[in-house]
């Protein structure tokens, strides 16, 4: 009942940008905590970004943080990633969540989000 859609990955070169943005059908969008994680191939899925009901509170992986935005626009039930400096090493499937929640305690952990979209690649070249 609850989907969640990610779009707007794509081959980019380094020190590019792009911005993913996940299209959410559910009841009240703004009763969701929001987060990004990504997996990159033989790895375990990693988080990325996080972020509160109202987009106020935002919690970031060290490995993006001061590149990466982590926004969202409840009147449109979407949440975004812009990424920029794009690195090879930011090369990945990325995955929106959401969990049934105003906010995450504990944003990092994956076990704390209750719906997760399909994914979408991001391969950034050197």
């Known amino acids: 009942q609850v989907q969640l859609v990610e779009s707007g990955g794509g081959l980019v070169q380094a020190g590019g940008s792009l911005r993913l943005s996940c299209a959410a059908s559910?009841?009240?969008?703004?009763?969701?905590?929001m987060g990004w994680f990504r997996q990159a191939p033989g790895k375990e899925r990693e988080f990325v970004a996080a972020?509160?009901?109202?987009?106020?509170?935002?919690a970031y992986a060290d490995s993006v943080k001061g590149r990466f935005t982590i926004s969202r626009d409840n009147a449109k039930n979407t949440a975004y990633l812009q990424m920029n400096s794009l690195k090879p090493e930011d090369t990945a499937v990325y995955y929106c969540a959401a969990a049934n929640v105003y906010s995450l305690t504990w944003p990092r952990l994956r076990n704390n989000y209750n719906y997760w979209g399909q994914g979408t690649q991001v391969t950034v070249s050197s």
């Open positions: 972020t509160n009901w109202a987009g106020s509170n935002q």
């Open positions: 559910v009841g009240t969008f703004s009763n969701y905590a």
